[in-house]
């Protein structure tokens, strides 16, 4: 198999706050793992990409110290959105790849945020 | 650049009604193609996926042929359930693009009893 879990699931925090959503491969190591911002009816937006033990690697137009990803094992990445606003509230959702089967993406079941 | 251009939503069928998303790429070197399911407030799940030219990729009714020669990977079901009704991202994964993949839009289907 091949399992990926998010956790919160959901969560609401005030403006101002900063939030942490984890990412873990249950049943694989996931070598590269990846974070998507979904707005409604639309397409996923690649925010970055991280790899275990080096730092993320961040699409064009992503704050980088806004949205800051922790890849500390081969199985959790972690996505804390700091300073969070309510232009912030949105669906992320995390992927990650098998070293076995690189091109085909795994992913979590998502966190829906909303920052009043 | 990558791209996934697939046909716009909404589709609204009836059920047991066949199904044809359409599904184009552009791409460098010889991408991996796959089409992806997202239900109502979740993720994206698998549905199938081809690495080849002329791979067929199929899993629960569903399926794709990579076509090298139109560039295209449309999704099909010969007989389609209410249980079926989803978003469908087409995607592609190219080793010359750093392991990311490449999503469309996605079509949202609605099948109707």
């Given at each position: 198999?091949?399992?990926?879990?998010?956790?919160?699931?959901?969560?609401?925090?005030?403006s101002g706050t900063s939030v942490k959503i984890e990412c873990r491969s249950l049943d694989?190591?996931?070598?590269?793992?990846?974070?998507?911002?979904?707005?409604?009816?639309?397409?996923?937006?690649?925010m970055a990409t991280s790899n275990e033990g080096s730092k993320a690697t961040y699409e064009q137009g992503v704050e980088k110290d806004k949205f800051l990803?922790?890849?500390?094992?081969l199985t959790l990445s972690t996505l804390t959105v700091t300073s969070a606003h309510p232009e912030d509230s949105s669906f992320y959702i995390c992927s990650a790849e098998k070293g076995t089967d690189p091109d085909t993406q795994y992913f979590g079941p998502g966190t829906r945020l909303t920052v009043l | 650049?990558?791209?996934v251009t697939q046909m716009e939503g909404?589709?609204?069928?009836?059920?047991?009604?066949?199904?044809t998303i359409n599904?184009?790429?552009?791409?460098?070197?010889?991408?991996?193609?796959?089409?992806?399911?997202?239900?109502?407030?979740?993720?994206?799940?698998?549905l199938l996926k081809a690495t080849k030219a002329d791979d067929k990729g199929s899993n629960k009714g569903f399926e794709a042929t990579?076509?090298?020669?139109?560039?295209?990977?449309?999704?099909?079901?010969?007989?389609v359930q209410v249980s079926d009704s989803a978003v469908y991202f087409c995607a592609l994964a190219s080793k010359t693009n750093a392991g990311k993949s490449t999503f469309g839009d996605g079509t949202t289907l609605t099948v109707k009893p």
């Amino acid at each position: 198999g091949a399992v990926v879990s998010q956790h919160p699931s959901r969560v609401i925090c005030k403006s101002g706050t900063s939030v942490k959503i984890e990412c873990r491969s249950l049943d694989f190591q996931a070598t590269t793992m990846f974070w998507y911002r979904q707005f409604p009816k639309q397409s996923l937006m690649l925010m970055a990409t991280s790899n275990e033990g080096s730092k993320a690697t961040y699409e064009q137009g992503v704050e980088k110290d806004k949205f800051l990803i922790n890849h500390a094992s081969l199985t959790l990445s972690t996505l804390t959105v700091t300073s969070a606003h309510p232009e912030d509230s949105s669906f992320y959702i995390c992927s990650a790849e098998k070293g076995t089967d690189p091109d085909t993406q795994y992913f979590g079941p998502g966190t829906r945020l909303t920052v009043l | 650049g990558d791209s996934v251009t697939q046909m716009e939503g909404p589709v609204t069928l009836s059920e047991e009604a066949f199904l044809t998303i359409n599904c184009t790429y552009t791409a460098t070197g010889y991408p991996s193609l796959f089409w992806y399911v997202q239900y109502p407030g979740e993720g994206l799940q698998l549905l199938l996926k081809a690495t080849k030219a002329d791979d067929k990729g199929s899993n629960k009714g569903f399926e794709a042929t990579y076509r090298k020669e139109t560039t295209s990977f449309h999704l099909e079901k010969g007989s389609v359930q209410v249980s079926d009704s989803a978003v469908y991202f087409c995607a592609l994964a190219s080793k010359t693009n750093a392991g990311k993949s490449t999503f469309g839009d996605g079509t949202t289907l609605t099948v109707k009893p």
